[in-house]
């Protein structure tokens, strides 16, 4: 009989890690800097925390299917090379502030204390030069109040060879 009772215990928890599985996240990922080669982002390692982060020219940054990024409230992304974003509809790529405990959990450790809103982040910028390919791509809480920073909703484009589809801009500023 205790062979019996430890295997439903055991169907149970696994059932149970099945269910709730997809609630748990990783520990974040924290990145800044520049990017100088080429360099792939995981579902497994997100979400990425990051903080004044550039990809250099001839960098290609590739972001996986389920990849959440993060940034605070001053901070802005720049493209100098390629960032490559292409989500799925089951597993789209998410750019969103650092208080957005919906996507990616709770990254600054603070429960329900803060909450995200427009213009928690600034933009991802592209230069001249640079290439960006978003697809099932998630933009939300982006943009600023500030009036020496451009309100762009996620995305500023300085000569950049841009593409989106399927993509979304959701409370940016």
């Known amino acids: 009989m205790p ?8 169907r ?3 059932i149970f890690f099945l269910l709730f599985a997809g609630w748990v996240h990783a520990a974040p990922t924290y990145v800044s800097g520049a ?3 080429n ?3 995981t579902e497994a390692a997100s979400p990425y925390v990051v903080s004044g982060v550039s990809v250099a020219p001839g960098a290609t940054l590739t972001l996986e299917p389920g990849v959440v990024i993060k940034s605070s409230w001053s901070d802005r992304f720049v493209v100098n090379g390629n960032l490559l974003a292409n989500g799925t509809p089951e597993k789209k790529i998410y750019f969103t502030s ?3 405990d919906e996507a990616g959990g709770d990254s600054n450790a603070d429960g329900s204390t803060t909450v995200p809103a427009p213009g928690n982040w600034v933009h991802i910028v592209f230069n001249a030069g640079s290439t960006g390919q978003f697809a099932n791509t ?3 809480y982006a943009g600023s109040s500030f009036s020496f920073q451009v309100s762009s ?6 000569g950049g060879n841009i ?8 409370k940016n500023a």
């Open 39 to 41: 360099t792939t982002w």
């Open 138 to 140: 998630v933009f939300r």
């Open 163 to 170: 593409s989106i589809t399927g993509s979304e801009f959701y």
């Open 98 to 100: 650092i208080y957005d």
């Open 12 to 14: 149970l928890a696994w």
């Open 35 to 37: 990017i100088t080669s």
């Open 3 to 10: 062979i019996t009772m430890n295997w439903r215990i055991f």
């Open 153 to 158: 909703a996620g995305i500023y484009n300085l």
